[in-house]
């Protein structure tokens, strides 16, 4: 009987995964649904002894099952989407079924773990503090800091908090990891939870990822054993942008409204349930079994350039030709990921802007497709790494109405606890109106005092320009959250980079 692969990862689903089981079955194959490689523009892909052949459909069968079909791309793992990379977080993928105990402790899975329980609480953070691993949410933070504040914290309870709310656009690393590797993200919270002193865990995930929800609770069923006394609990989200930042998504979990808190106190001395708490996302606790593993921490250091060490799950979306999920080290550059290894635009169109880190990020120039991806070059050039999401456009993308999207989304997602975020975005819509509409809007905001109306009536293209500079750089430094402190980046850089697309001239 012949032996076929399927992933049943959201996409895979979505694309009809399903219904071209159902065809090999019917067809006398055994059928065995497995995570997924990350080649999204092959999916649904069929595996069959190490061969693949993708985007299948239920009509492709019998061309595939007599070795006749054009829709063969040759071994999967020698494709070059996946030769390149340098798969650490997702080694399993495409290799292993999700549920399956035996799948993961035949790939190494829980050494990491025993490991940990061996060589005892301190010298777990040692290891990950020397591993340079960092926050992959969007801060970067240092990993180790964050624990061994957290293990160094008073307290009777302490708590493991895995932030699964991604809601960036153009991101789904997080959701492929939990539908198709679930334990290894169960693993490092355990490991997690050795190292700092906490006995209870929660994951706060959104509630459109159905499908990973489901899978986190059956592989908490499956391993409550081997994770114990720490025990995890899966709670989802009700839809709220705002709380993918930590302290929204504490007050959420504490049943209150999901809006920002005030720093200090840090999370990390005062969390969840006023209690020191760990906030990490699933990117960064499902690195920590690798590194804990024996010899994963040197091996993890010695990747990546600077202090941005280890891989990152990099996820290629919008207008690419390949788009995926390409995890490496750090130190690639735009240019290898969109040209090389994306394929270019899926439209043909030459590439006019690429935004990195989501909703709030910078768009990047072509003549900046040359930076390192590492956090620190990334941050001089005043852009974000973020999730690690990256999204094409071509040139037929309008800037200013990406911009003006950007103050958009923040009014429609803003907790509404600062000012600056609350208010700025909405203003910002305005000010981008009025320089799209020359900056003399005589009709500006009617319900106004008279007088104000005339000042904005009066008042130059230059001058709203110069404005919206201002608020962005308020609504950056005075925003209590990286909601209002990020928006400011994808409206500055469409602002510098293509003053054409706003009616202004080079800048």
């Known amino acids: 009987m012949t032996a076929v692969r399927i992933s049943d990862d959201a996409l895979a689903l979505a694309c009809g995964a399903d219904a071209l089981a159902a065809a090999f079955e019917a067809a006398g194959c055994a059928v065995e649904r497995v995570s997924s490689w990350g080649m999204h523009w092959l999916e649904p892909l069929v595996e069959i002894d190490g061969m693949g052949f993708g985007p299948a459909t239920p009509e492709d069968v019998d061309a595939i099952l007599s070795g006749k079909s054009a829709k063969a791309i040759g071994p999967i793992a020698a494709h070059p989407f996946i030769a390149g990379q340098q798969r650490l977080t997702f080694a399993r993928a495409g290799r292993t079924r999700a549920l399956s105990l035996e ?33 992959r949410g969007g801060a970067g933070f240092p990993a180790g800091v964050k624990w061994r504040t957290v293990a160094q914290a008073p307290g009777a309870r302490k708590f493991i908090v895995c932030n699964a709310d991604e809601g960036d656009s153009g991101t789904f690393a997080d959701r492929m990891l939990m539908e198709g590797d679930p334990l290894q993200l169960i693993e490092g919270m355990a490991i997690a939870a050795h190292a700092v002193g906490a006995a209870q865990g929660y994951i706060y995930i959104r509630s459109e990822y159905p499908h990973a929800i489901r899978k986190l609770r059956d592989a908490l069923k499956l391993c409550a054993d081997i994770i114990a006394p720490f025990t995890i609990d899966v709670r989802v989200g009700a839809g709220a942008y705002v709380c993918g930042e930590e302290t929204s998504l504490l007050n959420s979990l504490e049943g209150k409204r999901g809006e920002v808190r005030a720093k200090p106190p840090l999370p990390a001395l005062q969390g969840l349930f006023g209690c020191p708490t760990v906030v990490n996302n699933v990117l960064t606790l499902a690195a920590v079994p690798h590194i804990l593993a024996e010899g994963g921490a040197q091996d993890y250091e010695a990747r990546g350039t600077g202090r941005s060490k280890g891989t990152m799950p990099i996820q290629l979306a919008g207008n690419i030709r390949h788009g995926g999920l390409y995890e490496t080290s750090f130190g690639i550059t735009l240019n290898q990921l969109i040209f090389e290894i994306g394929g270019g635009t899926a439209s043909g169109r030459p590439v006019k802007a690429v935004q990195v880190g989501g909703p709030l990020g910078a768009y990047l120039h072509p003549g900046q497709f040359d930076i390192p991806f590492d956090y620190e070059a990334y941050a001089a050039a005043d852009a974000l790494i973020g999730h690690g999401g990256i999204t094409v456009f071509d040139d037929t993308a309008d800037m200013a109405a990406l911009a003006r999207f950007a103050m958009e989304f923040c009014a429609a997602e803003s907790c509404g606890k600062c000012t600056p975020c609350r208010i700025g975005s909405v203003r910002g819509q305005e000010i981008i109106d009025r320089i799209l509409s020359g900056g003399r809007q005589a009709d500006a905001v009617e319900l106004l005092p008279q007088m104000h109306n005339a000042r904005l009536a009066q008042r130059s293209q230059a001058e709203e320009v110069q404005l919206l500079e201002e608020l962005c750089a308020v609504m950056k430094d005075a925003s209590l959250c990286a909601l209002g402190g990020f928006t400011p980046y994808p409206v500055v850089s469409a602002l510098r980079h293509w003053p054409a697309d706003f009616g202004l001239g080079a800048r």
């Open 103 to 135: 799948d993961y402790e035949r790939t190494g899975g829980w050494a990491g773990l025993e490991r940990a329980r061996r060589i005892g609480p301190e010298h777990v953070l040692d290891e990950v503090a020397r591993s340079g691993l960092r926050g």
